[in-house]
């Protein structure tokens, strides 16, 4: 029994708490209704209504127009009458009221508040309040509302009429981020984007931007944000926000935009590149690495690069990726970390197409030439370790331990023929001294067939 009244009372609270709101125009008749579980109001309305200055009247309602409103105890309509007067018809109960009694006047302007609050007449409610208390009086009404769209609308009143101090931005930030509705909070920090003038207000704001839920509303708050100058702090916390959304979609456009809107000081190319290292798809992250390739003069962002691409999984995503960093100047140190990404490729045909771009445009330095003969080393494709052993002679080789290392190379070359052709092509471009020909003849000692063998041997002499 116990159990149950807890469970009734759990239930009891959340219909207490629960809050509907549906506004529509249905033949010329606007309605607004709310429920809030235990409670439920509406107003509808047809032609113009006029409140008196202190909202506690009705001043006017045009020609075959009404008013109406009612929640679970009070009924009200007003309609106009042959003079231009207005004629009240409210209940409480079920009894009607005298509106020119004091207690008809005071439930009368009780419902005016309601209907007020619900959204009613918004823009000319607003103006008034301005009129009457300022910004301080539209704020505090604010309280009051139950609907989001209708704060919001306070909130953008403000922003776009009164002469704002940064006390006063900071306040509207803390009200947008009361809104539960995404659409309208990311409606109103869009506004407020070029208001942030101190560092307080600012962070205050990208809190509220972290409580978007909705990625695509979080998105058109965050391409407001990037649009105006950030210092570090706010820049990481930008980052922070676009890293945690879920959408690869969202998030590879926005931080396209990151990386576009101005020239990127290293610093903040590496902490633009971890976030892109967390971007589930490889073809996203392809393509943002391709908006980035202009960045890579800097060894630390050119480092943080090659690191997004080891952490693709698809090898022709990293391929392309790479293509496009080596059709332009690259350091000893970069080369060398993409001939090891290249060597981790799964594809023989993709690791081979890439080592001879590599081979084409670049000069091997300092372990560069030992990198791309371990990587020759694992393929497992006869065709292309024998094509690409050729290319790689084609180079300018720099001593005799390279030819020594390119030499042995051929001897694991499993093909008599493709093997003694090989070092035929290799015997007219090798230094004539004795080390490189001693690893010539062990190289061409590992040829089974004897006419091949003979070949082989004939060429260095």
């Given at each position: ?66 008013l ?6 009070i ?9 231009g ?8 109960d ?37 009129a ?16 989001d ?68 509303e ?7 944000i ?36 101005s ?34 003069s ?34 000893t140190?970069?080369?060398?970390e ?29 372990g ?17 370790k ?16 390279e ?59």
């Open positions: 029994m116990k159990l149950f009244l807890i469970f009734l009372t759990l239930c009891t609270l959340t219909l207490s708490v629960y809050f509907t709101f549906t506004r529509y125009e249905r033949r010329n008749t606007s309605v607004i209704r709310t429920s809030n579980g235990s409670e439920e109001r509406e107003v509808s309305s047809r032609g113009k209504i006029r409140f008196n200055e202190n909202e506690t009247l009705i001043e006017s309602v045009s020609r075959n127009g009404f109406k409103y009612r929640n679970n105890t009924k009200l309509k007003a309609t106009a009458n042959e003079q007067g207005v004629v009240y018809q409210l209940s409480e079920g009894t009607r009221l005298n509106i020119n009694d004091k207690y008809g006047r005071q439930v009368l302007a009780e419902v005016i508040r309601e209907i007020l609050e619900l959204g009613f007449d918004a823009r000319g409610r607003l103006e008034r309040l301005y009457k208390s300022g910004k301080q009086g539209v704020l505090d009404a604010i309280e009051k509302l139950k609907p769209y209708l704060k919001a609308m306070y909130l953008d009143y403000l922003l776009t009429t009164a002469n704002l101090s940064n006390e006063d931005i900071l306040h509207i930030i803390k009200k947008a981020g009361t809104l539960s509705a995404d659409y309208e909070k990311s409606k109103i920090l869009n506004t407020l984007a070029t208001h942030l003038k101190d560092s307080s207000a600012s962070q205050a704001y990208l809190d509220v931007v972290k409580s978007i839920d909705a990625d695509f979080k998105t058109k708050v965050l391409e407001s990037i649009r105006q100058p950030l210092d570090s702090i706010q820049f990481g916390e930008v980052l922070k926000i676009v890293g945690e959304m879920n959408s690869d979609f969202e998030k590879s456009n926005l931080l396209k935009k990151i990386i576009n809107s020239t990127l000081q290293a610093d903040r190319s590496v902490r633009v590149l971890s976030v892109i290292r967390n971007v589930d798809a490889d073809y996203e992250k392809a393509k943002l690495l391709d908006n980035f390739s202009t960045h890579l800097d060894s630390l962002t050119a480092q943080a690069y090659l690191e997004v691409v080891k952490s693709m999984t698809s090898d022709f995503e990293q391929v392309k990726v790479l293509e496009n960093i080596i059709r332009q100047p690259v350091n140190p970069v080369l060398n993409i001939i090891s990404i290249t060597g981790s490729l799964d594809a023989d045909h993709e690791k081979a197409n890439l080592l001879k771009k590599i081979m084409e445009r670049t000069k091997f330095e300092n560069s030439f030992d990198r791309i003969l371990s990587v020759i080393h694992n393929i497992n494709g006869e065709f292309e024998v094509n690409l052993i050729k290319n790689l002679a084609e180079k300018d080789l720099n001593s005799d331990e030819w020594i290392g390119l030499l042995d190379e051929v001897g694991q070359v499993d093909a008599d023929f493709e093997k003694a052709g090989l070092l035929t092509h290799l015997a007219a471009k090798m230094p004539r001294n004795d080390n490189v020909r001693a690893a010539y003849v062990k190289a061409a000692k590992t040829i089974n067939s004897e006419m091949d063998y003979g070949k082989a041997l004939r060429a260095a002499d």
